[in-house]
Structure formats: C-alpha cells, structure tokens
C-alpha cells in the first residue's frame, strides 16, 4: 500500500521458494516488494523507491552480478544484500566490491535475515536523509549567495547616493545664494529703477545655470556605473578651472561672514581628468576652508603650478585649524567636527577617492588657530593632449 508507514524491502530472485520464504519473514514489519527477474526487479526500484534490495546472484538470462551494476547506475544509496547459494562465496564478495553492501547465504538463518535487513534498511534511511540534508544545505548555501550579493549592490548604491546627495549640496547652496542676491539686486532696481546692476545680474544669472548643469551632469554621472563615468576625461587648464571657482563662489555670502577675501596664483597648468568630478573635489576643499573662517578676516588662497612633473593645487585658509589629534582622522569615511546639519564628514573621503581615482594624491596640513593647507598633486597632462 502506498499510504503504508512500512519501509519497502524489494527481493528479486528467480526462484519462487526464497522468495516466497523471505517474504513470510518480513511482511509484518515490511512491504514486500517480489521480482522473478532482473529488468522486472529494477522496474519496481525506479517505480517504489524501496529502502533495501535483496537481489540472487545466481539468475538465468541477466544475473545478480549484472543487476547490480545496473542498480547502481539508477540509485547509489539504497542497501542492497546479494543472495548466494552453496559454494558462490566468492562471487558475493565480488558483489560487495561491485557496491553490494552484504550477502545472505542460502538457506536463509531467519535471525540473520531479520538483522540484515534491519541493518540495511537503516543503512538506506540514513543515506538518504545525510543526501537530503546536503541538497537543503547546498540550496541554502545559493540562497545566502545570492542575498549577500544582493545586499553588497544595495550597500554599494547606498553609499553612492550618500555621495551623491552631498555633493549635490554644494551646487544647490551656491544656486540658493545667487537667488537671495539677485532677489536684493531686483528689489534695489525696483526701487532706484537704476539699471546699473544689470550686469552683475547677468553674471549671477550664468552662474546660477552652471550650477544647474552641474547638478544634472552629476546626476547623470550617478546613474552610470563607475567605468562610464571615467570615460569623460579631457585636458583641463586647472588655473582656469581654479579662476571659475573663485569666481562663482566669491560674490556670495553663505555663512553670514564678511566679505572673504580670495586670492587666486595660478600658473598655467594643464591635466588630464574628469571636470566635473574635478570640480568636485576642489568645492569640498573650499568649502571646508569657508566652514573654518572666522567671522571678518577670512582669507582663502588657491594656487596650482607644475613641480616635478606634476600638477600642484594648494588651497590654503586663515581659518580655525586642525587639532593634532585628529587630523590623521579628516580623510575618514564619516568623520566630522561638525554638527550634523552642517557636516556629513563625506567631503574629504570623496575628495581623496576622486584624486586617487586621477592616479593622484591629496594631503593636509594644519595648525590649530592659525589655518590649513590643503595639496593637490595630480600627473601633468601629457605633451601634446
Ligand atoms: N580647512 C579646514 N579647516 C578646519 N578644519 C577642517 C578643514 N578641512 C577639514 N576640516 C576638518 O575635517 C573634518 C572632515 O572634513 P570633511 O570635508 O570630510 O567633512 P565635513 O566638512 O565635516 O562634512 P561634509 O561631509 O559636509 O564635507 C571637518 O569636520 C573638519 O573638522
Ligand atoms: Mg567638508
């Protein structure tokens, strides 16, 4: 019966008279499965899945021998017992080399029939249950696969939105401070209806659209993967680049200081990189410098010249300082002496990720009171870029 809770004993033999015999002594605790032949015999193993074959050795037309082979080739677990009569004592243990797992001699000892099988029954169960527990512990080995992967991507898209969404602050402050500027501007020409300003207000208006540019070419940049986004390469005059800095971030006032006082010394100097992620690196830099300037005073100066067959950048400040014992911290991915509305510790992390991506180097220097360097060394562009 199929709905039986017995396990299955399969005997195959030829002869009716052990068949017959060694069904009397197991049908009570087994189901009996009877073959008169070999093919029969396996027809029934593919069909019940039995947990144990008693197969003859010695059978007209495909022998025990033959059968076996052939068993194993269809399941590699399940216990088989080779039945030899008189005088075969070598041909089962042939048998046992060939993958049998014990032989019963005929005529049959029902004790040792009854612990044979008990053994070999047992024998299948466990096999089956240690091959049942691999493949659950295989798929649950893919399973963790595949979830630490999907998790290493999101923690990877995580991190970049965190950069992304920083560095898109810089950007959107300088646009913000152009609109409370050219809000003044517009209200003073609506009362002097003077048209003097007007060119400031154009300037502020370019200035603003850049910004704007800036913003979607970094979320453009976002949305590619970090091998696309290297591709935007291009020869940069940094004096030029350090010059345009200054000249969209000098006219505003975005920490409520006076006037900061900017100074530019650049030498003609070109490099081979991405502009934008260029930019980057340069505006967390000086925003840095303008987050430490004191109220009045403030003094930022940005320099680059070629030494050495490299490009140097310095952008130096009069502003708080670093505490010595923490300045081998500032590159740190989340490391801030801000409070958390003002600073996510990302700035220099970013910074140093993009100059090293530029095969280059970034490092600072400060003393506590008096101010910071910070240097940019990145290769010169090659003759002829
Ligand atoms: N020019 C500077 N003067 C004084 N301290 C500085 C200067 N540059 C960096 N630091 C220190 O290094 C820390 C880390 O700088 P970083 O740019 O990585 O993060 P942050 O400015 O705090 O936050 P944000 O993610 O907004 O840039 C700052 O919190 C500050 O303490
Ligand atoms: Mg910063």
């Known amino acids: 019966m199929t709905d039986s809770p017995k396990p299955k004993v399969l005997v195959i033999d030829d002869e009716a008279g052990p068949r017959e015999s060694l069904r009397m002594v197991l049908k009570n605790q087994y189901e009996v499965l009877l073959a008169d032949h070999v093919d029969a015999g396996l027809a029934l193993l593919k069909e019940q899945e039995p947990d144990m074959v008693i197969m003859d050795i010695r059978m007209p037309g495909k022998n025990g021998i033959d059968g076996l082979r052939e068993l194993r080739t269809i399941d590699s677990r399940v216990a088989v017992v080779m039945l030899t009569g008189f005088g075969s004592l070598e041909t089962a243990q042939e048998a046992i080399r060939l993958g049998a797992n014990d032989y019963l001699k005929k005529p049959f000892d029902i004790r040792e029939i009854e612990e044979t099988v008990r053994r070999g029954v047992q024998h299948t169960q466990l096999e089956r249950r240690k091959t049942r527990a691999l493949e659950e512990l295989h798929q649950l080995n893919l399973q963790l696969h595949e979830q630490i992967a999907l998790k290493e991507k999101w923690a990877v898209v995580g991190e970049a939105s965190r950069e992304f969404a920083h560095d898109l602050r810089n950007p959107l402050t300088i646009i913000l401070g152009y609109c409370d500027l050219l809000a003044e501007q517009l209200r003073q020409l609506h009362e002097t209806k003077a048209n003097e300003t007007a060119g400031d207000t154009l300037q502020y208006m370019k200035n603003i659209e850049d910004n704007v540019q800036r913003c979607y070419q970094l979320a453009e940049q976002w949305q590619k993967s970090d091998q696309q986004a290297r591709s935007g390469y291009e020869t940069i005059a940094l004096d030029k680049l350090l010059e345009e800095t200054v000249k969209s971030m000098e006219p505003l006032n975005l920490l409520g200081q006076d006037k900061v006082d900017y100074t530019v010394a650049a030498e003609p100097v070109q490099v081979q990189a991405d502009r934008l992620q260029l930019l980057r690196a340069i505006y967390n830099v000086v925003t840095n410098a303008l987050h430490a300037l004191p109220t009045s005073g403030g003094k930022i100066t940005l320099s680059c010249r ?80």
């Not at 009069?318 to 989340?334: C, K, M, Q, T």
């Not at 003002?342 to 009171?369: A, F």
């Not at 910070?374 to 290769?379: H, R």
């Open 306 to 385: 070629a030494a050495a067959k490299q490009a140097r950048i310095e952008v130096v400040d009069n502003g708080s300082g670093i505490a010595p014992a923490v300045l081998d911290r500032v590159f740190d991915h989340s490391f801030t002496t801000k409070p958390p509305d003002k600073g996510t510790g990302l700035g220099l992390y970013i910074t140093r990720k993009i100059v090293e991506d530029h095969g280059g180097q970034v490092s600072i220097q400060s003393r506590e009171g008096q101010g910071t360097r910070v240097t940019i060394v990145l290769p010169l562009a090659e003759e002829g870029h």
